[in-house]
């Protein structure tokens, strides 16, 4: 069983700037994508960025794209998202994901897919 545990949200003002970490934790073997969606209130989960198991592929949704950086230090089984010049429009709660396997996995495809409780990001205008 995998468990992933989110920290780092909070209340901030439009134009800061959040770190947000994710730790996993129990049968973490094998390699992984790791990623971030968020949740606004009253619409859907969107994803926001995913990185591969050794760095070298990194996604971001284009509304993040330049604000957003998206990491991994796998001895640590971490991964954190650095929010720069965050707007009002970021707010939602915020969740870690993780999908093991071979290559590069589809982290968007919902099979096999571990999620974490998410934390909330409150940007004020």
């Known amino acids: 069983q995998v468990r992933l545990v989110e920290s780092g949200g909070g209340l901030v003002q439009a134009g800061g700037s959040l770190r947000l970490s994710c730790a996993a934790t129990g049968r973490t073997f094998g390699t992984n994508v790791m990623g971030w969606f968020r949740q606004a209130p009253e619409k859907e989960r969107e994803f926001v960025a995913r990185?591969?198991?050794?760095?070298?592929?990194?996604d971001y949704s284009d509304s993040v794209k330049g604000r957003f950086t998206i990491s991994r230090e796998n001895d640590k089984n971490t991964v954190a998202l650095q929010m720069n010049d965050l707007k009002p429009e970021d707010t939602a709660v915020y969740y870690c994901?993780?999908?093991w396997g071979a290559g590069v996995p589809d982290i968007r495809a919902d099979e096999n897919r571990v999620w974490g409780l998410g934390t909330q990001v409150t940007v004020s205008s």
């Open positions: 990185i591969s198991w050794n760095g070298d592929i990194t």
């Open positions: 994901a993780a999908k």
